[in-house]
């Protein structure tokens, strides 16, 4: 028996019954049907355990998104907008089937608890689908030139720059800025529906965010393709 993996799971599915706050190894180690000394020969701190969910849950979406966007880029021409459309949708189809997992990684902080630098690298794989995505774009001639430019100097670290790959030109040079604010758009509307923020004004909650994403990508100059 591999108990990190039932670890794993029995604290997955108390997850949406406690909350991220609520794990503690007592509570799983019940879940599980395990001594707590054999959930601590493991995950020694709850602290540990929520780290290792993190992980999971970055590398499940992120892989979810990533096969997403090759299936819709296998035949070569797939337009950037039609592969933004395919990993948006992958991603929502994601954290519909796993609202708990969504509240941990994008809800509000666990008190107490500080993400290691273990989490950097699952939890840079959603961005950097989304880069990929734009920087195609980018150098198809796929992107529509922006009205207006950030003004002033740069607002963007330069890890931001490192997962891009560099700066383009002008009339592009912001578009790292306008990709982090399409992957914050693409989170807040997940929220808003993983979170019921939108049941009582949306009627059609998969037309709805289908629609929402081509409005968000017209931000950073992409045109999404509708089927």
């Given at each position: 028996?591999?108990?990190?993996s039932?670890?794993?799971?029995?604290?997955?599915?108390?997850?949406?019954?406690?909350?991220a706050?609520?794990?503690t190894?007592?509570a799983?180690?019940d879940?599980?049907?395990l001594?707590v000394?054999?959930?601590?020969?493991?995950?020694p701190?709850?602290d540990?355990l929520?780290?290792a969910?993190?992980?999971?849950?970055y590398?499940e979406s992120?892989?979810?998104m990533e096969?997403?966007d090759?299936?819709?880029a296998?035949d070569g021409?797939?337009?950037a907008g039609?592969r933004?459309?395919a990993?948006?949708?992958a991603l929502r189809?994601?954290?519909?089937?796993n609202p708990?997992?969504?509240a941990l990684?994008y809800?509000?902080?666990?008190p107490g608890?500080?993400a290691?630098?273990?989490t950097?690298p699952?939890?840079?794989?959603?961005p950097?689908?989304?880069?990929?995505?734009?920087?195609s774009?980018?150098e198809?001639?796929?992107?529509?030139?922006?009205?207006?430019?950030v003004?002033g100097p740069p607002l963007i670290?330069?890890e931001a720059?490192?997962l891009?790959?560099?700066?383009?030109?002008a009339?592009?040079?912001?578009?790292?800025e306008?990709?982090?604010v399409?992957w914050?758009?693409?989170?807040?509307?997940l929220a808003?529906?993983v979170f019921?923020?939108?049941?009582d004004?949306?009627?059609?909650?998969?037309?709805?965010?289908d629609?929402?994403?081509?409005?968000t990508?017209e931000?950073?100059?992409?045109?999404?393709?509708?089927?």
């Open positions: 028996m591999d108990i990190s039932v670890v794993r799971a029995a604290a997955r599915r108390l997850l949406g019954e406690l909350g706050g609520g794990l190894l007592e799983v180690a879940g599980a049907g001594a000394a054999e959930v601590a020969s493991v995950f701190h709850r540990d929520l780290t969910l993190l992980i999971d849950a590398n992120g892989a979810a096969q997403a090759q299936a819709a296998k021409d797939a337009p039609a933004f459309l990993v948006a949708r189809a994601w954290s519909l089937d708990a997992e969504f990684v809800g509000s902080p666990v608890y500080h290691p630098q273990d950097v699952p939890a840079s794989r959603t950097a689908v989304l880069a990929g995505i734009v920087r774009a980018l198809a001639g796929e992107l529509t030139p922006p009205r207006r430019a003004p670290r330069p720059v490192a891009f790959g560099s700066v383009p030109e009339p592009f040079a912001d578009v790292i306008r990709g982090i399409l914050s758009n693409l989170i807040g509307l808003f529906e019921a923020r939108t049941h004004s949306v009627l059609d909650q998969s037309g709805f965010f629609f929402a994403i081509v409005v990508a931000g950073v100059g992409l045109a999404v393709p509708l089927d």
